[in-house]
């Protein structure tokens, strides 16, 4: 979808768009009429004109789009002023094309645009998919950051420490997963610590007594693993734990 109120840009863009083969399927010139046609076609990009008629410039008309159907946006513009750019950074832009529009560099941006928002719907989609696993499993998992900080808590996990996700997240992993020594009753380092400390393989069937938030106790078993990249470097850690007779 197009959106310029110069209607000789308007038509170029247009041209161009035909030549390198993508489907026009609206065109329009004020912000006003962007939210409403984006909202009614979803189109898979939008081009923008920053500046354009009517009380919505166009990165308003951006956000709003972005805020409503999350489609990517391509900025049209001739002001590369810096106040300009921060406000087109906040509405997430997939791009920042400068007028006079060049054929070959508009139909770059748009292929780097439209990778780029499939590559984060698939990521999505597999964030989707993790957290409806870890919800379904039966065993507690709590994942933290290479620091210890805690990215995620699943039910069971929320269940056995007495945290919610949403306070949990943040917060210092050994604060949320509090456990002692089972012979002595002396506060424990979780196998979270040497993973992160040590770089260790997965450790796995240690025994602890996990204290809740509220003080109340549980023995459970312990596992963890560290999570790598290509690399070899910790980018962090997943603990899994479960209540087992005492």
Same mark, same amino acid.
């Given at each position: 979808m197009v959106v310029e109120d110069n209607p000789v840009i308007a038509e170029m863009v247009q041209h161009f768009l035909t030549k390198c083969d993508y489907a026009i399927v609206g065109a329009v010139i004020t912000g006003e009429e962007a939210v409403e046609l984006a909202s009614q076609l979803k189109p898979d990009l939008v081009l923008m004109d920053v500046e354009l008629a009517g009380k919505m410039d166009g990165i308003e008309a951006a956000g709003s789009i972005w805020n409503q159907s999350?489609?990517? !946006? !391509?900025?049209? #513009?001739?002001? *590369? *002023?810096?106040? #300009?750019i921060a406000r087109a950074s906040l509405t997430e832009a997939y791009g920042y094309l400068h007028k006079p529009v060049r054929e070959r560099e508009l139909d770059s941006t748009i292929q780097i645009a439209l990778n780029k928002h499939e590559s984060e719907l698939r990521l999505e989609e597999n964030e989707k998919w993790l957290q409806t696993t870890l919800r379904c499993i039966a065993d507690a998992v709590i994942a933290a950051d290479s620091m210890g900080c805690v990215k995620l808590l699943n039910p069971a996990a929320e269940t056995l420490t007495g945290w919610k996700q949403e306070e949990a997240i943040g917060q210092d992993l050994l604060d949320v997963f509090k456990v002692l020594d089972c012979d002595t009753r002396r506060p424990a380092e979780c196998a979270v610590v040497q993973v992160i400390r040590d770089g260790a393989a997965p450790l796995t069937g240690r025994t602890r007594i996990l204290v809740a938030r509220d003080g109340t106790e549980a023995t459970v078993e312990e596992s963890a693993a560290p999570i790598v990249n290509d690399s070899g470097h910790i980018l962090g850690v997943v603990l899994i734990f479960r209540r087992i007779a005492s």
């Open positions: 999350r489609i990517p !946006v !391509v900025y049209l #513009t001739a002001n *590369d *002023d810096q106040e #300009t």
